[in-house]
């Protein structure tokens, strides 16, 4: 099974998950749920669970699984702050040029504290931080980022799912399909990694094309 979580701030009611099989080697959507402890606390099937919200604050704020820093571009740009973001932000940057939102930030610090509440509720779930292959056996929940497959990806999703996507006019719905596809694609094609440090988080990009 793969799971998508768009995850909302402020355990707010803009959460959206989508529970996927795969048939046909395409996804097949069966069911929507809306609150994201409920459900994870009572997942029991084996399954790949993709969310979008940061597992972690920066390594170097909290001063633990500290990590040799990777410049990328300009050495002042706002990605190479250690106290902003970790190695994981700065390969979504190479790759794509997007800035992810920094795990503290205003907005991002709401969805940061869910996701660590999360965590501390659903201990039978394995939340992965460090690059590692990852298939369906067991509970995983890995870290990903919609906004940056949005970019690269050079085909219409619709194509990856079994079912009509134009129904969905919930754009939060839309994301979280996104996830559910991004863990589809790493499960299929493999994901992004560089030979640099990951030990406190690690965002999990589709190794397409364009690499």
Wanted: hydrophobic share 40%; proline share 4%; net charge neutral.
């Amino acid at each position: 099974m793969i799971v998508g979580i768009d995850l909302g701030g402020k355990r707010g009611d803009k959460t959206r998950i989508v529970e996927c099989e795969i048939i046909n080697d395409k996804l097949k959507i069966n069911s929507i749920h809306k609150n994201a402890i409920n459900y994870l606390q009572n997942i029991n099937s084996p399954a790949v669970i993709g969310i979008d919200a940061p597992f972690s604050v920066p390594a170097k704020l909290i001063k633990t699984n500290e990590e040799k820093i990777e410049i990328v571009g300009n050495e002042s740009h706002s990605i190479n702050n250690p106290y902003l973001y970790d190695n994981s932000a700065r390969l979504i940057y190479k790759y794509t040029k997007i800035i992810p939102l920094a795990p503290c930030a205003t907005y991002i610090g709401y969805l940061t504290a869910y996701m660590q509440e999360i965590q501390d509720n659903c201990k039978h779930i394995e939340f992965v931080k460090t690059p590692e292959n990852i298939e369906i056996n067991g509970l995983k929940a890995i870290e990903v980022y919609p906004s940056a497959l949005k970019k690269i990806l050079k085909k219409d999703i619709q194509e990856y799912f079994e079912d009509d996507l134009n129904r969905f006019k919930d754009k939060d719905l839309i994301d979280a399909c996104f996830c559910a596809l991004s863990v589809f694609l790493v499960l299929k094609y493999g994901f992004v990694k560089e030979e640099w440090e990951f030990k406190n988080s690690f965002i999990y990009l589709p190794k397409l094309e364009f690499v």
